[in-house]
């Protein structure tokens, strides 16, 4: 909002335009939002105005330039509730379920660009898991595609001392996962503590997960906790903010 005094840019009075008339419903997700020569000729600015006007609105997440074809109110086409503490209940995967299936039903999951490798711990994460700096860990990088869209990168760091010889040291853990792995050696986690964020993805993470620009990701980064206090897994997580709904459903 401009400063009492301040005169108001056009492109942003374009902008503030536009986004009322989104949020009022004349323009719905998908629909085609006024191109630059429109917008030229109903507020008589120039074409650097209305296309500042424009980027403004993908900036915000608000729309997306397709190539060719303009500028559209974005979709949210995937709607992934992410049922926290449901899919991290003993229940789920000491079952042998993978905890994906509490946010997904029957919708495709597809779990590609794997990699395993014993790599030195980095200093914040050894701290985490009791760890020397510099002692080898398991990482285990991840991406996570839902119906054909990827929407989630996920890189676990669990202390290689502990899981050699299991399979979370290898691409396919085994039903269950890392958590009824972690459980078969006598550490099963039994707490776990969220921390999330948002920011900006970098170009790494807008590429791997197919961003379009002006859209935000979440960060989670989850601590599994065995007996006792033990640390045993310290998960960070990219996610699609325009995928998912976090969800929290607890008794009071």
């Known amino acids: 909002m401009a400063a009492t005094g301040e005169k108001q840019p056009k492109y942003r009075k374009i902008a503030d335009a536009l986004r009322a008339a989104i949020e ?4 719905r997700a998908g629909d085609r939002l006024p191109g630059e020569n429109d917008l030229m000729d ?3 600015v120039a074409r650097m105005t209305a296309r500042q006007a424009l ?3 993908q900036a915000e997440g608000l729309a997306e330039a397709r190539k060719g074809s303009g500028v559209f109110v974005r979709e949210f086409l995937i709607r992934i509730g992410r049922r926290s503490i449901q899919r991290l209940a003993e229940g789920q995967w000491g079952s042998g379920r993978s905890i994906w299936s ?3 039903e029957n919708r495709t999951l597809v779990v590609d660009q794997v990699a395993v490798s014993e790599q030195p ?3 914040l994460i050894a701290g985490v898991l009791g760890m020397e700096p510099g002692e080898a860990s398991c990482v285990r990088h991840r991406r996570f595609v839902l119906d054909g869209k990827p929407v989630l990168l996920s890189t676990s760091h669990l202390p290689a001392s502990l899981v050699a010889g ?3 040291t290898q691409p396919d853990t085994g039903p269950g996962g890392s958590y009824a792995r972690l459980a078969e050696i006598g550490a099963k986690p039994v707490h776990f503590r969220e ?3 948002s920011r900006m993805p970098t ?7 197919e961003l379009s620009a002006g859209t935000p990701v979440v960060l989670v980064c989850r601590t599994a906790y065995a007996a006792g206090g033990r640390a045993v897994e310290v998960n960070e997580m990219v996610l699609d903010a325009a995928s998912y709904v976090l969800e929290y459903d607890f008794d009071a």
Do not use: C, K, M, N
Request: glycine share 10%.
């Open 203 to 209: 170009q790494e993470e807008s590429a791997r997960l």
């Open 195 to 197: 921390e999330i964020r």
């Open 166 to 168: 299991t399979a979370i």
């Open 42 to 44: 109903t507020y008589g």
């Open 121 to 123: 711990a980095p200093e």
């Open 24 to 27: 009022s419903g004349q323009y």
């Open 102 to 104: 509490a946010d997904i």
């Open 55 to 57: 980027g403004v609105l």
